[in-house]
């Protein structure tokens, strides 16, 4: 009797596997997918018009005069050379100063410093705090600490690598935060268990996990150095510069800067070296970012 019952039970607990969803939620989950593909469609069509507008606009120019012409006053002569090399100085030196200062702190943070430090917590509150501050303050502080005294740089390219490194360090640093913290503290623990000192745990297991997402975020990074415009407006980028940067403390200007001063000439045929200049930044834009795709599936696959 004892066994009937209990079958009896077990067949009036049985779960259904029937979607018991509500008319009125299916409702609201088909107007809420509707509402996404709309704002992605209206997101999509809004940037090919601008970018097929862009692209119509600048093609008479888009030729390798463009490229290997130096900025000038008269259209027909008009280049992008020096703000090509302009920018590549620039987010070169970023690139090369930010990554492994910006890596580096996040290692620290996450496996070295102490949580329970008020200094730990200050640093990581200013360092999300950064992150939000608009370009301009940066080329604000660059105009007064780097590019004038106490460090008297003047309007050259150190200037301007200093202050978008100081723009981009922050995002690095939570970046590589991210990635580093999403890597399995067990392979740590392992690694230790070993005899393995913390070192060689990080540097053989840690960061060839947290690569992919550390390549990502920082060429990301990189990237938006390359196209900011509004710090660089203050330290001496927005002139006519007709030679390339040899070093540090040459004068220099950027591939944006210049666009808006092409953009901005009353002449008509300046805007389109404009166009064409638009479309050039933005294959190298498009280049870097096919990059941190291309670095992120290597990495990955290798440690599949």
């Not at 463009?66 to 590549?88: D, H, V, W, Y």
């Not at 910006?102 to 917590?121: K, P, S």
């Not at 067990?186 to 005899?195: E, Q, R, Y």
């Not at 947290?210 to 407006?233: D, H, M, N, Y």
């Amino acid at each position: 009797m004892t066994s009937a019952h209990s079958a009896n039970a077990a067949a009036g607990d049985a779960v259904s596997l029937a979607d018991a969803t509500s008319t009125r939620r299916r409702g609201i989950d088909v107007v809420f997918r509707v509402a996404l593909a709309f704002s992605v469609g209206v997101a999509l069509i809004t940037l090919g018009a601008l970018l097929i507008d862009v692209f119509l606009q600048g093609r008479p120019r888009l030729n390798t005069e463009l490229l290997t012409n130096m900025p000038s006053n008269r259209p027909a002569k008009a280049g992008i050379q020096s703000a090509i090399f302009g920018s590549l100085w620039c987010v070169g030196i970023t690139a090369l100063v930010s990554l492994p200062i910006g890596v580096g702190t996040a290692v620290y943070l996450e496996h070295y410093a102490r949580r329970d430090r008020w200094y730990v917590r200050l640093t990581e509150l200013n360092i999300q705090n950064l992150a939000g501050v608009p370009s301009v303050v940066f080329g604000i502080l660059g105009l007064a600490f780097i590019a004038r005294e106490p460090l008297s740089w003047g309007f050259t390219v150190g200037t301007g690598a200093m202050v978008l490194t100081i723009l981009v360090l922050p995002t690095v640093i939570i970046a590589s935060r991210e990635a580093i913290r999403a890597v399995p503290p067990s392979l740590v623990d392992g690694a230790l268990a070993l005899g393995a000192t913390r070192w060689q745990a990080i540097w053989r297991q840690v960061l060839p996990s947290a690569l992919p997402g550390i390549a990502t975020g920082s060429i990301l990074s990189v990237s938006r150095a390359l196209g900011e415009s509004a710090p660089l407006l203050l330290l001496g980028a927005l002139t006519f510069v007709t030679f390339n940067p040899t070093g540090l403390d040459s004068g220099y200007t950027v591939l944006p800067l210049l666009i808006f001063k092409y953009a901005s000439d009353a002449k008509a045929e300046l805007h389109v070296v404009a166009a064409a200049a638009i479309v050039v930044l933005l294959a190298m834009l498009l280049l870097l970012n096919s990059t941190a795709i291309v670095l992120r599936n290597h990495f990955e696959k290798r440690r599949s």
